[in-house]
């Protein structure tokens, strides 16, 4: 099946401006996260999703990244007022189960870019 | 904040060569993975090991644990230039997160 895909693979902005990203998940996975990836760096947890349960919020950097999911589908990360340390790539990933316990399926990302 | 530390941060061989990387973490865990990037893109998995096991292979891949000095080891035998890629541990730091080290870069010269 289908896996992980993210929409836009590239986006260009200018400094201020709203950008909202997009992750499919796998079909069935109740589990999905959000990372940020600045240039030569490791992964930076963003938000995670388990089902129905209130989401972990507790990685977003500020008050200007929010990140809703319908249900067990698609989720939307929304960046507003973007600033050029906005700039990175952002990574989705999926599991079937919790994330200690399953392994993550990440999507190929959205390089994000703020002029 | 990260969990897990790879050691060295660059790491260049040749073709046929091993290549050996290591993780370090903080805290106890449940279970270290570790995953394989390329071109700074999608992760992949390539082996989860679980804090009762001490080393577990996967075709060219060996990754052990030592969860008294909290490190963990990736070894690939006999790498091929498509290894060139940045490989990651993570760690399960509670039971809704898995933390992510800095990676290693690993180079392999044909």
């Known amino acids: 099946g289908a896996g992980v895909s993210q929409s836009p693979s590239n986006k260009v902005t200018e400094k201020g401006k709203d950008v909202e990203l997009r992750c499919d998940p796998i079909?069935?996975?109740?589990?999905l996260y959000w990372y940020r990836q600045r240039l030569g760096q490791g992964l930076e947890f963003l938000i995670y999703?388990?089902?129905?349960?209130?989401?972990?919020k507790s990685g977003l950097p500020s008050d200007r990244f929010s990140a809703e999911r319908t249900g067990e589908s698609v989720s939307t990360l929304t960046i507003q007022r973007t600033q050029q340390e906005d700039s990175a790539v952002y990574l989705c990933?999926?599991?079937?189960?919790?994330?200690?316990?399953?392994?993550?399926?990440f999507g190929p990302g959205t390089r994000l870019t703020v002029l | 904040s990260q969990q897990g530390e790879e050691d060295p941060q660059a790491l260049s061989i040749q073709e046929g060569e091993n290549a050996t990387m290591n993780c370090s973490y903080k805290?106890?865990?449940?279970?270290l993975q570790w995953y394989r990037q390329n071109s700074g893109r999608g992760l992949v998995h390539l082996i989860l090991?679980?804090?009762?096991?001490r080393e577990k292979h996967s075709g060219r891949l060996r990754v052990t644990l030592d969860t008294s000095k909290k490190s963990s080891s990736l070894l690939i035998t006999a790498s091929r230039a498509a290894d060139t890629a940045s490989y990651f541990c993570?760690?399960?730091?509670?039971?809704?997160?898995?933390?992510f080290g800095t990676g290693t870069r690993l180079q392999v010269f044909p």
């Open positions: 990933a999926s599991s079937s189960s919790g994330p200690s316990t399953d392994t993550q399926y």
């Open positions: 079909s069935g996975h109740t589990a």
């Open positions: 999703f388990q089902g129905n349960s209130a989401p972990d």
């Open positions: 805290t106890s865990i449940n279970n």
């Open positions: 090991i679980r804090s009762n096991e």
């Open positions: 993570a760690t399960d730091e509670s039971t809704d997160k898995l933390i």
